[in-house]
């Protein structure tokens, strides 16, 4: 293994801005990046590792026996021999089980307000927040749950993990990202070793149905993108945009346990926010 190579994983929950993080990151010949590989195990996995049946019984996704943690941890390692490697994936997809986490990976958890987040679902149609691991519902079902937690409090439990574990690893809040776009992509680059380059703070809009090549997917991946006008636009983007989130939210028109999801989970995004990096 080249350890000149960076190895960074990206850690969040849905409508955080994190497709538009690895658009930059990957934005660069020699990296590779991969979108959501545990999420589409946890969908259409192998049965061992799946940690949902919905997508596949309501014919959303097929059923991929090749598809497992273990092969995506193997693809990981054989594209790290020569590229960097960026990671971004849902911090739903993990269960709670970080056994099989790379030790020397650098980690990157990126939070974004509850409320944020609560209000970005509300702008996309009922059909596609059914089928994703949103902040309203809690990832796996029954006894395959490790633990009974979710969204920020899943990442707060994650993070908490990796620095006993002596893991590197830091927080972003996605608001700095608008607020210093070029300060935060400078300090993950050194924090992770991925050489950084101008051209990252802009990078090219994509046609519908079209995808940026040094991108890894799963076949899951493809099924689930067709009509996805939140991965249309993700992909049409060409820079970070500059508006902030704002300090106050309104659910008056949300799904009905929207304001108690968010009470909750704002515990735990402002348990993360004490550790994030701080952007002056």
Not at 118 to 129: A, F, G, H, P, Q
Not at 160 to 166: A, H, I, N, Q, V
Not at 221 to 240: D, V
Request: proline fraction near 4%; include cysteine; charge should be neutral.
């Amino acid at each position: 293994m080249d350890n000149s190579k960076a190895k960074l994983f990206i850690w969040t929950e849905p409508r955080t801005r994190s497709t538009a993080v690895l658009r930059c990151l990957s934005n660069r010949d020699d990296v590779k990046a991969f979108f959501e590989p545990y999420y589409h195990v946890s969908l259409s996995g192998r049965a061992e590792d799946r940690l949902h049946n919905s997508c596949i019984e309501n014919g959303i996704v097929e059923e991929d026996p090749n598809l497992s943690k273990k092969s995506v941890y193997m693809d990981i390692e054989e594209n790290h021999k020569v590229h960097h490697v960026v990671v971004k994936d849902l911090i739903s997809a993990l269960n709670c089980d970080y056994s099989f986490l790379p030790e020397d990976a650098t980690n990157v958890i990126l939070i974004r307000n509850p409320g944020a987040v609560i209000s970005s679902y509300m702008k996309m149609s009922l059909s596609e927040i059914s089928i994703g691991p949103m902040l309203l519902r809690s990832a796996g079902s029954g006894k395959r749950r490790r633990k009974q937690i979710s969204g920020h409090e899943a990442l707060l439990d994650l993070y908490r993990f990796l620095k006993e574990r002596g893991s590197k690893v830091a927080i972003i809040d996605s608001n700095d990202i608008c607020r210093k776009s070029a300060d935060v992509i400078h300090y993950i680059c050194d924090f992770s070793g991925l050489p950084y380059q101008k051209n990252m703070l802009r990078w090219s809009s994509l046609q519908s149905g079209e995808f940026p090549s040094n991108w890894w997917f799963t076949n899951s991946f493809y099924q689930m993108a067709k009509g996805s006008t939140a991965l249309e636009a993700a992909f049409k983007s060409t820079n970070f945009s500059n508006v902030v989130d704002p300090e106050e939210f309104d659910f008056s028109k949300a799904l009905p346990e929207a304001s108690n999801v968010y009470e909750k989970q704002l515990y735990f995004y402002k348990e993360l926010f004490k550790e994030k990096q701080i952007f002056e």
